[in-house]
């Protein structure tokens, strides 16, 4: 599978002296976080096993603090709404 965020996010990440954990889908990307304190979450609107709001939801509901940062290449229209 394609990992694109391994590809390209972190090493700028790296370089700037974080530590980055990565994920291919919601479930392990909610298992990083179980497993670790996260300062930020970079979250993709679409990933194979749930889209990145079902993931924020989730992760709210275990810390309500952390920052999340949403990257997505999906495309949206005026009709489209997001609640979160």
Same mark, same amino acid.
């Given at each position: 599978? =394609? #990992?694109?965020? %391994? =590809? ?5 990440? #790296? ?5 980055? +954990? =990565?994920?291919?889908?919601?479930? %392990? ?10 300062? +930020? ?7 194979? !096993?749930? !889209?990145?709001?079902?993931?924020? #939801?989730?992760?709210? %509901?275990?810390?309500? %603090?952390?920052?999340?940062?949403? +990257?997505?290449? #999906?495309?949206?229209? =005026? ?6």
């Amino acid at each position: 599978m =394609s #990992r694109p965020f %391994e =590809s390209y996010y972190p090493h700028p990440l #790296r370089f700037a002296g974080f530590d980055v +954990l =990565s994920a291919a889908d919601g479930k %392990e990307a909610l298992d990083h976080q179980a497993g670790a304190h996260l300062d +930020l979450a970079v979250l993709d609107v679409m990933l194979p !096993d749930m !889209d990145g709001f079902t993931i924020l #939801r989730k992760l709210r %509901e275990r810390d309500n %603090e952390l920052p999340v940062l949403f +990257l997505t290449a #999906r495309a949206t229209t =005026s009709k489209t709404r997001f609640k979160v």
